[in-house]
């Protein structure tokens, strides 16, 4: 049976003679599009015209974002990079592309067998690299995955509940323990962690992070460029400087940071949007851009998720439905709830159990860490550009945080291999 092909390669000396020999019948592939443009090319993919897509590296507009709407569809992809080429194959990689195939001209017919061996190879498979254009199926590559940092995503509904407060609080107490870690400000819709931590907004951070991402050219070095240090173990990813840029934050590009990051530090810290909404493809015909895409893939590449409420009646009641909506948006293992400013004007004499049985009640929470209304110590911080740590150590929110910290530390690192050291 002959596989049909979707094809999408660069001005290159080996294009005309490579769709040749793709095309001769002794190949057993057939060519059901050869695209003009990667819009093109995800156009034919969406329609179901192919079942492989062989892309060149040098193919214009070809990106991270590309190549994962690519493998949303259910294609396959096979990448071919020039043999002088050294930089490619690794990018390709990086992108999420399994299947490279260096092209020499000079040898056209071992390059069109390597491409179909490639693409008869069956999806359990995993086909990394065929060099030279080799007549066999090339090196089967075994990659171990490799140490993966702690995800922490920071959610909660609408309402302004403190996720940024608690996002900073964790991060900064982590990085007192000892970790390196990084804090992202993913919120796409009011993005603050730069306020609030005094930092002047210079338009780079995240969004730039995501293009260079789409690029192909984020590594540890160029992230760790863009990031601020607020302190010691601690450094900064900004958010963007309008929210009107959130459609520079795609799923592809936000995927690739979060890993790059993982593997530079210890901990990551996210803080994300409020909205869990999906429905772009009510309005949009084709593939559209997705608002809250940051906010999704930090919930689905973190270890733990914190939610965070406000501690009022009306806070607590948009946390309630934060929680359903959280289970149907994501699957979320584990999980920690929050709920800041919790205080007796509001709540009663006792604002921790009436929260923690209103909780348990209507959303089967049977843990809540309630964090004590410190208006004055968070005034202070914000005023400062400063962390509640720096500004008062002794408070009774910074406490509660600071247990959080340890008991999300104290999971993830064992305490015989090394443990956070917080103090009672």
Same mark, same amino acid.
């Given at each position: !049976?002959?596989? &049909? @092909?979707?094809?999408?390669?660069? #001005?290159?000396?080996?294009?005309?003679?490579?769709?040749?020999?793709?095309?001769?019948?002794?190949?057993? !592939?057939?060519?059901?599009?050869?695209?003009? $443009? *990667?819009?093109?090319?995800?156009?034919?993919?969406?329609?179901?015209?192919?079942?492989?897509? @062989?892309?060149?590296?040098?193919?214009?507009?070809?990106? +991270?974002?590309?190549?994962?709407?690519?493998? $949303?569809?259910?294609?396959?992809?096979?990448?071919? =990079?020039?043999?002088?080429?050294?930089?490619?194959?690794?990018?390709?990689?990086?992108?999420?592309?399994?299947?490279?195939?260096?092209?020499?001209?000079?040898?056209?017919?071992?390059?069109?067998?390597?491409?179909? &061996?490639?693409?008869?190879?069956?999806?359990?498979?995993?086909?990394?690299?065929?060099?030279?254009?080799?007549?066999?199926?090339?090196?089967?590559?075994?990659?171990?995955?490799?140490?993966?940092?702690?995800?922490?995503?920071?959610?909660?509904?609408?309402?302004?509940?403190?996720?940024?407060?608690?996002?900073?609080?964790?991060?900064?107490?982590?990085?007192?323990?000892?970790?390196?870690? @990084?804090?992202? $400000?993913?919120?796409?819709?009011?993005?603050?962690?730069?306020? !609030?931590?005094? !930092?002047?907004?210079?338009?780079?951070?995240?969004?730039?992070?995501?293009?260079?991402?789409?690029?192909? *050219?984020?590594?540890? &070095?160029?992230?760790?460029? @863009?990031?601020?240090?607020?302190? #010691?173990?601690?450094?900064?990813?900004?958010? /963007?400087?309008?929210?009107?840029?959130?459609?520079?934050?795609?799923?592809?590009?936000?995927?690739?940071?979060?890993?790059?990051?993982?593997?530079? =530090?210890?901990?990551? =810290?996210?803080?994300?949007?409020?909205?869990?909404?999906?429905? &772009?493809?009510?309005?949009?015909?084709?593939?559209?851009?997705?608002?809250?895409?940051? *906010?999704?893939?930090?919930?689905?590449?973190?270890?733990?998720?914190?939610?965070?409420?406000?501690?009022?009646?009306?806070?607590?009641?948009?946390?309630? *439905?934060? /929680?359903?909506?959280?289970?149907?948006?994501?699957?979320?293992?584990?999980?920690?709830? =929050?709920?800041?400013?919790?205080?007796?004007?509001?709540?009663?004499?006792?604002?921790?159990?009436?929260?923690?049985?209103?909780?348990?009640?209507?959303?089967?929470?049977?843990?809540?860490?309630?964090?004590?209304?410190?208006?004055?110590?968070?005034?202070?911080?914000?005023?400062?550009?400063?962390?509640? +740590?720096?500004?008062?150590? #002794?408070?009774?929110?910074?406490?509660?945080?600071?247990?959080?910290?340890?008991?999300?530390?104290?999971?993830?690192?064992?305490?015989?291999?090394?443990?956070?050291?917080?103090?009672?």
């Amino acid at each position: !049976m002959a596989h &049909e @092909l979707l094809v999408l390669l660069g #001005k290159t000396p080996w294009e005309g003679p490579l769709v040749a020999g793709l095309a001769h019948p002794a190949s057993r !592939m057939t060519i059901a599009r050869r695209c003009l $443009d *990667t819009a093109d090319l995800l156009a034919s993919a969406e329609a179901g015209r192919g079942e492989v897509a @062989l892309v060149g590296a040098d193919a214009p507009r070809l990106d +991270a974002d590309v190549i994962q709407r690519l493998i $949303d569809c259910d294609v396959r992809i096979v990448g071919l =990079v020039s043999a002088d080429d050294h930089d490619s194959p690794a990018r390709l990689q990086r992108w999420g592309v399994e299947s490279i195939v260096v092209v020499d001209v000079s040898e056209i017919g071992p390059a069109v067998f390597a491409i179909a &061996e490639a693409v008869r190879l069956d999806d359990r498979d995993r086909f990394d690299l065929v060099r030279d254009g080799s007549a066999t199926a090339g090196e089967i590559a075994s990659i171990a995955p490799g140490t993966r940092a702690l995800a922490i995503a920071v959610w909660g509904p609408a309402g302004a509940p403190g996720r940024t407060s608690v996002a900073i609080g964790l991060a900064d107490e982590l990085s007192r323990a000892g970790r390196r870690v @990084l804090l992202v $400000d993913a919120d796409t819709w009011s993005p603050s962690v730069s306020l !609030m931590l005094g !930092m002047v907004d210079d338009g780079a951070g995240l969004a730039s992070a995501c293009r260079r991402a789409l690029s192909g *050219t984020l590594d540890v &070095e160029s992230l760790a460029a @863009l990031t601020r240090s607020p302190s #010691k173990n601690f450094a900064v990813l900004s958010g /963007l400087s309008r929210s009107g840029r959130w459609a520079e934050v795609r799923s592809a590009a936000m995927t690739t940071v979060l890993n790059v990051a993982r593997s530079w =530090v210890e901990a990551v =810290v996210i803080d994300c949007g409020f909205s869990l909404e999906a429905d &772009e493809d009510l309005v949009f015909d084709t593939a559209a851009p997705r608002r809250n895409a940051a *906010t999704f893939v930090a919930l689905e590449q973190a270890d733990e998720v914190v939610v965070v409420g406000a501690g009022d009646p009306v806070g607590l009641v948009r946390l309630v *439905t934060g /929680l359903s909506d959280l289970s149907d948006a994501a699957a979320v293992s584990h999980r920690h709830v =929050v709920v800041t400013r919790a205080r007796n004007s509001t709540l009663g004499r006792r604002p921790d159990a009436a929260i923690s049985e209103l909780l348990y009640r209507h959303a089967g929470v049977d843990s809540v860490w309630c964090v004590p209304d410190d208006p004055i110590g968070y005034d202070m911080a914000l005023r400062e550009g400063r962390t509640l +740590a720096d500004v008062a150590p #002794k408070s009774p929110a910074r406490q509660v945080v600071r247990g959080l910290a340890r008991t999300i530390g104290d999971d993830h690192w064992p305490r015989g291999v090394r443990t956070l050291r917080i103090a009672r």
